[in-house]
């Protein structure tokens, strides 16, 4: 697997690992989850931002593997997940953002690795 998670996210159907922390999910919310939002990823310089309580600016978004700032549209989309899903701090929006649509995305693969033992 050497695609993006953003490439493999809109083939997934099922999300399991998302569905089983978030059993009870408004649709339009579930929507929210299901795709590849943005991370933070050169904002994270120590384990300590992942206990930070306040969503960062748009300018800790900008994505230095693609020298692209982050879109207006992709930030207030962030917010709002992190408004909707009653983020605690950033370690909380990491997993259910990021870490949760991973699984998701990983275990499929793994099971098939598995199965034919690749």
């Excluded at 997934?12 to 579930?30: I, T, V």
């Amino acid at each position: 697997m050497n695609s993006r998670l953003s490439t493999f996210a809109p083939y997934l159907e099922n999300f399991l690992n998302l569905r089983s922390q978030f059993a009870k999910l408004f649709e339009d919310h579930y929507k929210l989850l299901t795709k590849k939002g943005i991370m933070p990823y050169d904002y994270f310089d120590s384990f300590e931002r992942f206990n930070e309580t306040c969503f960062p600016p748009i300018d800790a978004f900008y994505n230095t593997l693609e020298n692209k700032p982050c879109s207006r549209r992709m930030y207030l989309r962030a917010q709002d997940i992190w408004s909707k899903f009653l983020c605690r701090n950033l370690g909380d929006y990491n997993i259910k953002t990021d870490i949760l649509l991973l699984a998701d995305v990983f275990e499929p693969f793994r099971s098939s690795s598995h199965k034919f033992t690749v």
